[in-house]
RNA sequence: GGCGACGUGGCGGAGUGGCUACGCAGCGGCCUGCAAAGCCGUGUACACCGGUUCGACUCCGGUCGUCGCCUCCA
């Protein structure tokens, strides 16, 4: 196994990955809150943990992911109540297309995904646990967590827990001992029909307790690497350390591991894409319009820790690159890769070890691309099948699945007598009548074939 | 205001104290009946101002600017 580092959020530094148990890496990544179906910016982290989790299962390594729903939440309250459907229902639709969505992306699924409304037991013995150790008080149904009984508060996101803004919430402002405090437990509100039972009254969780009670229901003490976008570092992540760490003891991650932002906007820099700016656009749209190849080829074009700048130039930027990939797939063969190979797939795995840097990573694919194209002898696809499927590109080797109807085969061969024959305005005039039905003719030395037309 | 990330060639985007990133687009050429694909060649790039150094785009300080978080947010 290679040595692998990554950025490391709590501290600020790159950190070698050192698992808790040899051989085994445990990922938790945050997932939606199930309100509406996703948007791009959502599929990043995904995108980015499923990939991290191929690489490492590439090193060698034993690999969980889990990627947690949040179906329970205000937002979900709000959205039912105006489409007048129950939360259950929504939740439950919307959960299922999140699936279906990220299903598209054709990347497999997490090792588990658990759903907050399935994880109340545990979340309930861990809000008594803070209890317990006097990090948390019940008030009128409530729980708070007890912000300054944490003295690491603030570690993970690099506050003073002192200079922070101090504005009140208007929820619970009246309740807490604290401005700082967060909910745990929510009581029941005569508007909202989900609610559990609980020692200190019937109600629902808080958003960032769930997290931490299903790391540890699957990963028990604490988990190697923790994730998700850099908008939740604070306060959901930093809430989550506080409340694993005044309840057991022990740090929640390892590794805290952030992505960016996607951004929208042309010039120099953009706007975050957000539900709450209302300048999104949902996955389903862009794998429909762009396909999913041209999207994962975007995201890994661009560090994971980097905002990356998404709308229709840098897609079709991305499109240029995945065709070039897949037009030299189209000339390799079966098997082992030349001896030349070898040096860039060991610079393309070790971009990846490093901080997990695809762009790099996929420079190496275009170096070994152009090699390819240059090669005279048949060239092996092994090395590049390696390297295209840690990128979660692999489908850029597959041949289409259908070939052209036979009517069009023949109008080919029209064609093709008509240029033996040098009558090129035939043959011109086929070759857009062929373009018009979506097939390009390549004339190569092997004669024409038809190609789908991009 | 506080904290964090960052400012690289037309655009996107890596990286490094002295040596071609890479992609897209452009230009010239080869190949082709013409295309397409491919190949070859081609770009005074590193926000600004100081400092350290034999040498900085790369380190240090400052200035300006962008983005994110500080409220729900991937």
Same mark, same amino acid.
């Given at each position: 196994?290679?040595?692998?580092?990554?950025?490391?959020?709590?501290?600020?530094?790159?950190?070698?990955?050192?698992?808790?148990?040899?051989?085994?890496?445990?990922?938790?990544?945050?997932?939606?809150?199930?309100?509406?179906?996703?948007?791009?910016?959502?599929?990043?982290?995904?995108?980015?943990?499923?990939?991290?989790?191929?690489?490492?299962?590439?090193?060698?390594?034993?690999?969980?992911?889990?990627?947690?729903?949040?179906?329970?939440?205000?937002?979900?309250?709000?959205?039912?109540?105006?489409?007048?459907?129950?939360?259950?229902?929504?939740?439950?639709?919307?959960?299922?297309?999140?699936?279906?969505?990220?299903?598209?992306?054709?990347?497999?699924?997490?090792?588990?995904?658990?759903?907050?409304?399935?994880?109340?037991?545990?979340?309930?013995?861990?809000?008594?646990?803070?209890?317990?150790?006097?990090?948390?008080?019940?008030?009128?149904?409530?729980?708070?967590?007890?912000?300054?009984?944490?003295?690491?508060?603030?570690?993970?996101?690099?506050?003073?827990?002192?200079?922070?803004?101090?504005?009140?919430?208007?929820?619970?402002?009246?309740?807490?001992?604290?401005?700082?405090?967060?909910?745990?437990?929510?009581?029941?509100?005569?508007?909202?029909?989900?609610?559990?039972?609980?020692?200190?009254?019937?109600?629902?969780?808080?958003?960032?307790?769930?997290?931490?009670?299903?790391?540890?229901?699957?990963?028990?003490?604490?988990?190697?690497?923790?994730?998700?976008?850099?908008?939740?570092?604070?306060?959901?992540?930093?809430?989550?350390?506080?409340?694993?760490?005044?309840?057991?003891?022990?740090?929640?991650?390892?590794?805290?591991?952030?992505?960016?932002?996607?951004?929208?906007?042309?010039?120099?820099?953009?706007?975050?894409?957000?539900?709450?700016?209302?300048?999104?656009?949902?996955?389903?749209?862009?794998?429909?319009?762009?396909?999913?190849?041209?999207?994962?080829?975007?995201?890994?074009?661009?560090?994971?820790?980097?905002?990356?700048?998404?709308?229709?130039?840098?897609?079709?930027?991305?499109?240029?690159?995945?065709?070039?990939?897949?037009?030299?797939?189209?000339?390799?063969?079966? &098997? %082992?890769?030349?001896?030349?190979? @070898?040096?860039?797939? =060991? +610079?393309?795995? *070790?971009?990846? $070890?490093? !901080? /997990?840097? #695809?762009?790099?990573?996929?420079?190496?694919?275009?170096?070994?691309?152009?090699?390819?194209?240059?090669?005279?002898?048949?060239?092996?696809?092994?090395?590049?099948?390696?390297?295209?499927?840690?990128?979660?590109?692999?489908?850029?080797?597959?041949?289409?699945?259908? &070939? %052209?109807?036979?009517?069009?085969? @023949?109008?080919?061969? =029209? +064609?093709?007598? *008509?240029?033996? $024959?040098? !009558? /090129?305005? #035939?043959?011109?005039?086929?070759?857009?009548?062929?373009?018009?039905?979506?097939?390009?003719?390549?004339?190569?030395?092997?004669?024409?074939?038809?190609?789908?037309?991009?």
């Amino acid at each position: 196994m290679r040595t692998i580092r990554l950025y490391d959020t709590a501290t600020g530094e790159l950190r070698t990955l050192e698992p808790r148990e040899p051989g085994r890496v445990g990922i938790y990544a945050c997932g939606p809150t199930v309100y509406d179906r996703i948007h791009v910016g959502n599929a990043r982290p995904f995108v980015v943990f499923s990939l991290l989790k191929r690489f490492l299962e590439h090193e060698g390594y034993d690999v969980t992911l889990v990627a947690n729903v949040t179906d329970v939440n205000d937002k979900i309250y709000d959205a039912a109540r105006t489409q007048g459907v129950g939360s259950e229902e929504l939740a439950e639709r919307m959960t299922a297309a999140y699936r279906a969505d990220t299903d598209a992306l054709g990347l497999g699924r997490p090792d588990h995904e658990p759903l907050a409304s399935e994880s109340i037991p545990g979340i309930v013995e861990l809000i008594a646990a803070l209890i317990e150790a006097g990090s948390a008080y019940a008030v009128e149904g409530d729980v708070y967590f007890r912000v300054r009984t944490d003295p690491r508060y603030g570690s993970l996101s690099g506050r003073d827990v002192d200079q922070m803004d101090q504005g009140e919430g208007v929820e619970g402002a009246s309740r807490k001992e604290d401005p700082l405090d967060f909910a745990l437990w929510k009581a029941e509100k005569p508007r909202e029909d989900t609610a559990w039972d609980a020692p200190w009254g019937r109600g629902r969780p808080g958003w960032h307790v769930e997290c931490s009670a299903m790391a540890e229901a699957v990963f028990g003490a604490g988990v190697d690497i923790h994730g998700g976008g850099i908008d939740l570092a604070f306060p959901h992540h930093e809430n989550e350390a506080a409340q694993t760490r005044c309840a057991r003891g022990h740090e929640l991650a390892g590794i805290w591991m952030h992505n960016g932002m996607l951004e929208t906007g042309a010039g120099a820099g953009g706007a975050k894409m957000s539900k709450s700016i209302g300048n999104v656009t949902l996955l389903p749209d862009v794998l429909a319009e762009h396909g999913r190849d041209a999207l994962i080829a975007l995201f890994v074009g661009g560090h994971y820790r980097q905002p990356l700048r998404f709308g229709p130039d840098p897609l079709a930027d991305a499109a240029g690159r995945v065709r070039r990939i897949r037009e030299a797939g189209r000339r390799l063969v079966a &098997g %082992p890769s030349p001896d030349w190979s @070898a040096e860039l797939l =060991e +610079r393309f795995l *070790a971009a990846l $070890a490093d !901080d /997990f840097t #695809t762009p790099a990573a996929l420079a190496a694919v275009a170096d070994w691309v152009s090699e390819a194209n240059r090669a005279d002898e048949p060239v092996g696809r092994d090395d590049l099948a390696v390297m295209l499927g840690l990128l979660g590109l692999e489908a850029l080797l597959e041949s289409a699945a259908d &070939g %052209p109807a036979a009517e069009l085969v @023949a109008l080919a061969e =029209e +064609r093709a007598r *008509a240029r033996a $024959a040098k !009558d /090129f305005a #035939t043959s011109d005039r086929i070759r857009d009548e062929l373009l018009a039905a979506g097939w390009v003719v390549r004339d190569g030395p092997d004669g024409p074939e038809l190609l789908p037309a991009p």
